[in-house]
């Protein structure tokens, strides 16, 4: 018990300064204009709205604690997604997930340069390697603005089927980003499964054809999945 009430502490003295910060924003009104104004650069472009949501919560992030992130951008920057027809569980969703990863996101990335200085790396080297690593997480939460499905909003099959793309998706596009999926992959290889991965990336339920694109995407991530099989199988065959 006394363990959890040090612990506590500390989130009480974050949530104390978030607190203080959107006290103020209140009363200025800074945040209503915040709003307003992200609002009125998008236009009616919902995309456009989502990239000023996704940098303004990865510089607000940066070097913040979690808690205390996600309190200032959930008073900050969902109400302008909300207000676009974002619902409010994709927006509160986008901006944890971007307020996140400003931690791996140059050049105030945090959990990139800690590692860095245990491993004795570079750290901006390190940044950009976690951003490559990490890159799925830079594109799910347009997913889930998108597409509420993904955050189980929806039909029943509509869910399954836009759940299982996606994590097809991410698989095969981390398979050409590192360059390896069942076994090593030529530069040809890799932009395929970038093609096939984006293809099966797009929602189903974004656009009356989107579900055709998602299908050749399937029929392209298997003609691919099933060649490296048997190339596989060859090779090691062979040894």
Same mark, same amino acid.
């Given at each position: 018990?006394?363990?959890?009430?040090?612990?506590?502490?500390?989130?009480?003295?974050?949530?104390?300064?978030?607190?203080?910060?959107?006290?103020?924003?209140?009363?200025?009104?800074?945040?209503?204009?915040?709003?307003?104004?992200?609002?009125?650069?998008?236009?009616?472009?919902?995309?456009?709205?989502?990239?000023?949501?996704?940098?303004?919560?990865?510089?607000?992030?940066? &070097?913040? =604690?979690?808690?205390? *992130?996600?309190?200032? #951008?959930? !008073? %900050?920057?969902?109400?302008?997604?909300?207000? /676009? $027809? @974002?619902?409010?569980?994709?927006?509160?969703?986008?901006?944890?997930?971007?307020?996140?990863?400003?931690?791996?996101?140059?050049?105030?990335?945090?959990?990139?340069?800690?590692?860095?200085?245990?491993?004795?790396?570079?750290?901006?080297?390190?940044?950009?390697?976690?951003?490559?690593?990490?890159?799925?997480?830079?594109?799910?939460?347009?997913?889930?603005?998108?597409?509420?499905?993904?955050?189980?909003? &929806?039909? =029943?099959?509509?869910? *399954?089927?836009?759940? #299982?793309? !996606? %994590?097809?998706?991410?698989?095969?596009?981390? /398979? $050409? @980003?590192?360059?390896?999926?069942?076994?090593?992959?030529?530069?040809?290889?890799?932009?395929?499964?970038?093609?096939?991965?984006?293809?099966?990336?797009?929602?189903?339920?974004?656009?009356?054809?989107?579900?055709?694109?998602?299908?050749?995407?399937?029929?392209?991530?298997?003609?691919?999945?099933?060649?490296?099989?048997?190339?596989?199988?060859?090779?090691?065959?062979?040894?």
């Amino acid at each position: 018990m006394r363990q959890t009430g040090s612990n506590v502490l500390d989130i009480i003295m974050i949530c104390c300064g978030a607190g203080v910060v959107i006290g103020v924003l209140a009363i200025t009104g800074l945040g209503f204009g915040l709003t307003l104004t992200l609002v009125s650069l998008a236009g009616k472009n919902l995309f456009v709205l989502l990239l000023l949501c996704a940098a303004v919560s990865i510089v607000l992030g940066m &070097g913040m =604690p979690t808690i205390g *992130v996600y309190v200032l #951008l959930a !008073a %900050l920057v969902a109400p302008a997604m909300v207000e /676009a $027809g @974002v619902s409010p569980m994709a927006a509160h969703l986008f901006v944890l997930y971007f307020g996140m990863m400003s931690f791996i996101t140059p050049p105030v990335a945090v959990a990139a340069f800690a590692a860095a200085s245990i491993a004795k790396a570079d750290p901006f080297r390190t940044g950009f390697t976690s951003m490559r690593f990490g890159w799925m997480a830079y594109i799910v939460p347009f997913l889930f603005a998108f597409s509420p499905t993904l955050i189980m909003e &929806g039909e =029943p099959w509509r869910i *399954v089927f836009d759940v #299982l793309t !996606a %994590l097809a998706s991410i698989w095969l596009i981390s /398979a $050409g @980003v590192v360059g390896y999926g069942l076994r090593m992959l030529n530069p040809g290889e890799r932009a395929i499964n970038i093609v096939a991965g984006a293809m099966l990336l797009i929602p189903a339920s974004l656009f009356a054809t989107a579900i055709w694109i998602n299908f050749a995407g399937v029929a392209l991530g298997g003609t691919l999945i099933a060649r490296e099989l048997v190339t596989r199988r060859k090779l090691l065959a062979a040894h």
